[in-house]
């Protein structure tokens, strides 16, 4: 059975479209460097379903789902001291921080804004609603992806 989340990107950085237009509509979920979001994204497995949630942007929103098609493995940005998520602790032997492969899967015809979900019956306990909850991975309950996909449709 599938396990349920939200990954939050600035549009910008990496949006729902540029994730549509990669290579067969994959690709890495890379740059996290909070130990909860990692450890969130350590639990994934494929076929794992996720909302793609547009953040810092006005207004923030759900805009489409996707698809975990790879579990965890190694981001090679903690290696590039060129990259921004540089971090010089992290060695081969011991890398510190993961990354996993997500799949668009369907944008949404109209995005979900967050005045939308703190409104919506059902969806009071989402971790995303939640004050000082700033996590980019996080998990979404089975009964909250029903609610959110329904608004979707």
Wanted: include cysteine; glycine fraction near 4%; proline fraction near 6%.
């Amino acid at each position: 059975m599938p396990r349920y989340w939200l990954m939050k990107s600035e549009p910008t950085t990496f949006g729902f479209d540029h994730l549509l237009r990669s290579h067969h509509s994959t690709n890495h979920w890379d740059g996290v460097r909070n130990y909860q979001a990692r450890n969130y994204m350590r639990e994934m497995r494929v076929g794992d379903k996720v909302l793609f949630y547009h953040s810092n942007c006005d207004p923030p929103a759900v805009v489409g789902t996707a698809e975990v098609v790879r579990e965890a493995y190694p981001d090679h940005t903690q290696w590039d001291s060129k990259d921004g998520h540089y971090d010089p602790k992290a060695t081969r032997e011991k890398p510190i921080w993961d990354m996993v492969d997500i799949k668009a899967v369907k944008r949404f015809k109209e995005s979900i804004t967050l005045d939308q979900l703190r409104k919506t019956k059902g969806l009071t306990k989402m971790v995303l609603l939640r004050r000082g909850r700033r996590l980019s991975v996080q998990p979404v309950t089975p009964e909250e992806w029903k609610v959110i996909t329904k608004l979707a449709k």
